[in-house]
T-cell receptor
Framework: GQNIDQPTEMTATEGAIVQINCTYQ??????LFWYQQHAGEAPTFLSY??LDGLEEKGRFSSFLSRSKGYSYLLLKELQMKDSASYLC??????????WGAGTKLIIKP | IAGITQAPTSQILAAGRRMTLRCTQD?????MYWYRQDLGLGLRLIHY???????GKGEVPDGYSVSRANTDDFPLTLASAVPSQTSVYFC????????????FGPGTRLTVL
């Protein structure tokens, strides 16, 4: 079967750095997405990786290793507004997104 | 403002009733999707449409139907609602074959009693 694993919850301090990991097993691979979802709101797109390596976008970076079935989202200079759930999703061979359950990130002052 | 709209925002429904959730996008995306999101679970695909006039079943299609008469609209119908369909429903769209990034509507919170 297809599976996306990510930690259920993480806690970090304002101003610090946090890394959210995602491992996946899917039938085919056509890219990996990270979304941010604030409580009670819709998911919003953060990043997309299809090739191995690091993609940097401001305070957020995303890394992919296809051979290891592994990705991480790195958030730097954490702000209170970064408190949200972070969703990892893989596009499979049918171009359908398979979603992880999300990681709830709690930021403490 | 370009984007996706959903209606209603929330609804409480008696079991056995019929309900249609509406979704409209103005980005001219070819593909549209319906997901449900339940606590502790990832988003689960109910139905999708890669282009107007075609639809397909996702991971959890039972009890739901969709239609795609034109590019902009993608309604989701619950023919006879059951309590297990209590969930938050998100509609999304993407320019499939281009960026493939899915953009989400604000969601509909549905409670079936």
């Amino acid at each position: 079967g297809q599976n996306i694993d990510q930690p259920t919850e993480m806690t970090a301090t304002e101003g610090a750095i946090v890394q959210i990991n995602c491992t996946y097993q899917t039938s085919g691979f056509n890219g990996l997405f990270w979304y941010q979802q604030h409580a009670g709101e819709a998911p919003t797109f953060l990043s997309y990786n299809v090739l191995d390596g690091l993609e940097e976008k401001g305070r957020f970076s995303s890394f992919l290793s296809r051979s290891k079935g592994y990705s991480y989202l790195l958030l730097k200079e954490l702000q209170m507004k970064d408190s949200a759930s972070y969703l990892c999703a893989v596009m499979d061979s049918n171009y359908q997104l398979i979603w992880g359950a999300g990681t709830k990130l709690i930021i403490k002052p | 403002i370009a984007g996706i709209t959903q209606a209603p925002t929330s609804q409480i429904l008696a079991a056995g009733r019929r309900m249609t959730l509406r979704c409209t996008q103005d980005m001219r995306h070819n593909a549209m999707y319906w997901y449900r999101q339940d606590l502790g679970l990832g988003l689960r695909l109910i139905h999708y449409s890669n282009t107007a006039g075609t639809t397909g079943k996702g991971e959890v299609p039972d009890g739901y139907s969709v239609s795609r008469a034109n590019t902009d609209d993608f309604p989701l119908t619950l023919a006879s609602a059951v309590p297990s369909q209590t969930s938050v429903y998100f509609c999304a769209s993407s320019d499939l074959g281009s960026t493939d990034t899915q953009y989400f509507g604000p969601g509909t919170r549905l409670t079936v009693l």
